[in-house]
């Protein structure tokens, strides 16, 4: 629930969402606050609000409810079809229908493969595509209203059936503990360089937060073995031991030291302080 939740809370940073109530839900785990706030984002018009939404999906039971992956992959495609189709027919509007349908296409790639979160996030950018002011001006052309509104409603429907999808992440056992410490230092960093300006934002934190990203992703990643996920915490510890000095920030420093301390830990090996 709390990788979950953490997830979440980095994509509303990332996207430059609203975070105080992301904080608290990642500090206090309330599963009513968490099914309550990921109900207000899902329904926003904003896609960025939605995909923070599809994260807290994660951390939540989902309804019983009978799927059909195949029935949905085959429609979407269909879809893709007559998009493609419709780009000759309008114009400079041709590269905003170009992204509609790459979205499509693609949320159906992610589905058939069983990655049901990208599949969601995918959709809900389709969503915002379709219903974009550029697509609503097509529709005062004559010969493409119904397909259009059609269309239009296809994509919302898709978009509400896939969140009748169980999203959960799948995370080895033993690598758990690992992935909620890197994560939470992660967070951290993410949020002291969120408040700073940007003309004052150092590089060495960014380049940090990104390589703690992978080693997470890898610690995910039940088909990456043990030596790839220490190769990358290695990788990892080796910029850090170089870039520490450039810090100057007291706050920082005692963040990228904690950094360094759980990579070591994963590596097995005592870092100085």
């Not at 590269?95 to 959709?123: C, K």
Request: glycine share 4%.
């Amino acid at each position: 629930m709390k990788i979950g939740v953490g997830f979440a809370f980095q994509t509303a940073i990332v996207h430059d969402r609203k975070i105080a109530t992301l904080a608290d839900l990642y500090s206090g785990l309330s599963w009513e606050d968490i099914r309550q706030t990921h109900d207000q984002l899902i329904a926003s018009p904003i896609h960025h609000d939605r995909e923070v939404a599809i994260w807290l999906a994660t951390a939540l039971e989902p309804s019983p409810s009978s799927i059909d992956p195949k029935r949905l992959v085959t429609e979407m495609r269909e879809m893709e079809f007559i998009l493609y189709a419709l780009m000759n027919k309008v114009g400079e509007t041709k590269p905003v229908m170009n992204d509609w349908m790459n979205y499509i296409a693609n949320a159906a790639e992610s589905l058939a493969d069983g990655f049901w979160i990208d599949t969601r996030i995918l959709l809900s950018q389709a969503l915002d595509i379709s219903q974009s002011s550029q697509i609503e001006e097509l529709k005062a052309h004559p010969g493409l209203r119904y397909e259009l509104d059609v269309l239009q409603k296809a994509t919302a429907a898709y978009f509400l059936e896939m969140g009748k999808y169980p999203l959960k992440l799948t995370i080895p056992e033993s690598r758990v503990e690992s992935v909620l410490k890197l994560q939470q230092v992660m967070l951290s960093l993410m949020t002291v360089r969120r408040r700073e300006k940007r003309q004052t934002r150092e590089p060495v934190v960014a380049d940090a937060i990104r390589r703690l990203e992978t080693v997470i992703r890898f610690l995910m990643n039940k088909d990456k073995t043990l030596d790839d996920v220490l190769r990358e915490a290695r990788l990892a510890l080796q910029y850090l031991d170089a870039k520490e000095k450039e810090i100057t920030d007291s706050e920082k420093q005692t963040l990228i030291c904690e950094c360094r301390k759980q990579l070591g830990q994963i590596i097995g090996t005592n870092v100085p302080q």
